[in-house]
């Protein structure tokens, strides 16, 4: 699986990319679009002030980059990634203020690569936790979107303080793609965030034919 699966990205890499990169605008727009029309006094109070105040506080207080919550979950979505493109894990190191590593059996791939970059792993695991919920078909605690906003706060400013121009990672899946694909990525991956702490899932489907309605009028301009 493995030598399958970093086939089919080596062959899918820079398609993927130019379609990203393509989509970046369009993807910026179905945010504000979304932002703008949907958000509610209720996911304001309960999702986007806890992520301001959090994504303020990991800004400003020294070292929290550097915390052993960041690196952890730096190197966990490496590990996360690197299981779904079929790599056996070898070993994973944290060091606190230090920095930490992930090493894996195999050739490896681009995703592995980037996917700290551009995935919310301790955000998505709660939105994952919302399903719970749905299959008893209970209304989820006003303090689950807080919750969620912590993190999608935490893991903005986290996934910012870790990209600079010395990233191994960024040199292994290239510059140039890192350049083109991350942009976009985020945004997408944060118009995901974004509607689902406003609406739930009913968000993102809102949010995803947004995004659908502006790649279309981008692609006839």
């Known amino acids: 699986m493995q030598s399958i699966m970093n086939t089919v990205l080596r ?20 945010d504000l ?11 304001l109070v309960w999702f986007f002030l806890p992520m301001v105040i959090t994504a303020l506080f ?14 952890f979950e730096h ?17 994973i190191d ?3 203020d230090v920095g930490g590593s992930f090493s894996f059996y195999g050739e490896g791939n681009w995703l592995i690569a980037l ?23 209970t209304p989820l605690p006003n303090v689950y979107w807080a919750v969620l906003g912590v993190l999608t706060g935490y893991h903005i400013v986290a996934g910012l303080m870790q990209i600079h121009p010395k990233q191994t990672d960024f040199k292994s899946a290239g510059y140039l793609f890192s350049l083109i694909f ?6 997408l991956i944060l118009g995901i ?12 489907r809102i949010f995803i034919n947004l995004l659908m309605t502006q790649i279309t009028l981008f692609l006839t301009i």
């Open 182 to 187: 991350l942009p976009g990525a985020n945004l």
């Open 94 to 96: 944290i060091q606190q």
């Open 115 to 137: 996917s700290p970059y551009f995935f919310p792993t301790f955000s998505a695991l709660v939105m994952g936790a919302s399903l719970f919920y749905l299959y008893l078909q």
């Open 33 to 43: 679009t979304f932002l703008k029309t949907y958000v509610t006094s209720f996911s």
């Open 193 to 204: 965030l974004f509607a689902f702490g406003t609406a739930g899932w009913n968000g993102v």
């Open 11 to 30: 062959l899918l890499k820079w398609p993927i990319g130019l379609a990203i990169l393509m989509i970046t605008a369009p993807a910026f727009q179905a």
């Open 75 to 91: 190197e966990a979505t490496h590990l996360l990634f690197a299981l779904l493109t079929g790599h056996k894990p070898h070993a």
């Open 58 to 71: 990991w800004f400003i207080v020294p070292g929290l980059s550097g915390s052993f919550l960041a690196i």
